[in-house]
């Protein structure tokens, strides 16, 4: 009897074991809506993790930052304490300087030259150099053609954008720039924004469509500009070590995941630029949609002369004329 009861113990130790060893549970974060193009993107690649592994591996997702703002998430994934996040690649240059280069003003022509750069052979080499800091970036993925809203006035020059505090990403290639239009910029991490815009701690923000309406902005923000002043990617990022653990399916299964959450992502952001300012005006903000960008590329002049000599006017140059 004892000895049955000593088998029957041991069988349903080896059991869990055996469960806990076949189960791996990981988090990934957003600092927006689930209801947005990052929150599809999410819940996307846990889905098919999940479905690609044979449930072997699961993926908890945390939303509107809960897990903390952006850059906090890519430290905690440098760090190993969380496994995945999902982020626009504001914060990135902190810990990638390679990536600054993605964030220059009027770099991209429209969405498609810049989704067939990151997907073809310069967004791919630049995947390869998050591994020395610590990171496996799995895929690029999309934030949006980022525009300009704010409490104060209609902007439909460089000229208007003068003196107004604006948040930016805690990004040095965007406060440069933003300064060189005027604008007084407030780096601040994005869960701090909207009570900011309320406060009036700061005037306006940017962000493209799909962020402005998951955040709510139209309740603080009675000025839309489209601008389209920076092309914003996102990027999934895990921990180095936590992929290396993984066998060469599950690896496989992880990048096939986030392929398909691109996917996805690309899609809702497709979406949401088609009807967002129908949606944004229909909550009364006001929209200027005609604004006059070579003015503001000609203001940026002297910037750019800057970002030629940091970044080398070649690698601008091949970005820029990759078709």
């Known amino acids: 009897m004892k000895l049955r009861k000593l088998a029957l113990g041991l069988s349903i130790s080896l059991a869990f074991a055996g469960a806990s060893l076949a189960q791996t549970a990981m988090k990934i974060s957003i600092s927006v809506a689930q209801n947005s193009h990052q929150g599809v993107a999410i819940d996307t690649f846990a889905r098919e993790v ?15 930052g809960a897990l903390g703002g952006e850059r906090e998430s890519i430290e905690a994934v440098q760090l190993g304490t969380q496994e995945l996040a999902f982020t626009s690649t504001g914060p990135v240059p902190n810990f990638v300087p390679e990536a600054r280069i993605l964030d220059i003003p009027f770099l991209f022509r429209d969405k498609a030259h810049a989704r067939a750069v990151l997907d073809g052979p310069i967004g791919q080499e630049m995947l390869t150099q998050f591994e020395a800091k610590g990171f496996k970036a799995l895929a690029w993925a999309e934030n949006g053609v980022r525009h300009m809203t704010n409490s104060k006035r209609a902007v439909n020059s460089p000229e208007d954008l003068k003196g107004l505090k604006m948040r930016t990403m805690e990004n040095p290639v965007h406060v440069t720039a933003y300064k060189g239009l005027g604008i007084v910029p407030t ?20 962000n493209p ?10 309740q603080v923000q009675k000025h839309l500009s489209l601008t389209g002043h920076v092309y914003s990617p996102a990027i999934f990022l895990m921990n180095k070590a936590a992929f290396d653990k993984l066998s060469a399916a599950d690896k496989q299964a992880f990048l096939d995941a986030a392929k398909e959450a691109v996917k996805v992502n690309r899609a809702r952001v497709d979406e949401d630029d088609a009807k967002g300012v129908a949606e944004l005006r229909s909550k009364g903000m006001q929209v200027v949609e005609n604004v006059d960008k070579s003015k503001f590329v000609a203001t940026l002049t002297p910037v750019n002369a800057e970002f030629e000599k940091q970044f080398g006017k070649a ?7 990759y078709k």
């Open 50 to 64: 999940e479905k690609r592994t044979g449930g072997r591996h699961k993926v908890q997702t945390f939303y509107s």
């Open 187 to 206: 780096p601040m991490a994005f869960p701090e924004v909207f009570t900011a815009l309320q406060q009036g701690t700061v005037d306006g923000q940017e």
């Open 209 to 218: 469509l799909s962020v402005i309406m998951a955040a709510k902005f139209d």
């Open 315 to 321: 690698n601008i140059d091949k970005i820029r004329n």
